[in-house]
């Protein structure tokens, strides 16, 4: 009866062993659907050549995969830029650290009704994100371009009672980043972020009234809990997604609406990477 319940356990820890070594293998990555989930999707054969199974599971919001991140629900997230993960970590205090930039999605201004903005009416509604970072990028495009003044243009997380100068009498409605197509037809005009857009068949090149600059610092990263910012898996992303291959995808597959925000890596030049800051380079 010993023996066979040795035998047992021996079997069980064999088994739960090579369970947690196969499962070393898998990298599961949150994203949103476009264009976040659809690049990843392009990199999977590439990364299971490299030994690593890429397991993407989809978000529809901003705020579900940093929490799935910080509970070890998955490994990584693609989704968000630097500012608004820098204003997560302050709000919920976290630790979750930016280790691979990747691209930018210019944000801008759409309209079902108006073609330009001096069509726009005094007292018209427009419809922002109503997430600190995403509110404070809207306005500052808004800002850029004219429309309103705000009291500080370099700070990030601005919102309507930092405007000075709203020469329309401009309404602002504060809505999640994700309603905002679908509230284009009941207000005069939305500022939306990139992936949404595209989701909602709309072409920030072609059906935007105003866009952001490629100057933008609102780059889009991959991030990690910060004791996995050495994973070997994370590096083998970073070499595999930063690659010439990635960057002349997203510049074909989204003309222009997606802006790759990296010079693309050596593989073979990669294999000491070493830590700066927040990113792995």
Known sequence: MLKK????????????????????HVLKVGATPVPHAEILEFIKDDLAAEGIELDIVEFTDYVTPNLALDDGSIDANYFQHIPYLNQFNSDRDLNLKSVIKVHIEPIALYSEEYTNLEEIPEGASIAVPNDPSNEG??????????????????????????IIENPKNLKFEELEAAQLPRVLPDVAAAVINTNYALEADLNPLEDALIIEGSDSPYVNVVAVKAENVDSEKIKILRRVINSKKVKEFIIEEYEGAVVPAFVPVDSEKLKGTKKSGDYIF
């Open 137 to 162: 990028r809207a306005l500052l495009l808004l800002h850029n371009k004219g429309i309103i003044t705000l009291d500080d243009p370099t700070n990030l997380s601005a919102t309507p009672i930092d």
């Open 5 to 24: 319940s040795i035998l047992i356990f021996v079997l069980v820890t064999f088994l739960f062993a090579g369970a947690v070594q196969a499962d070393d």
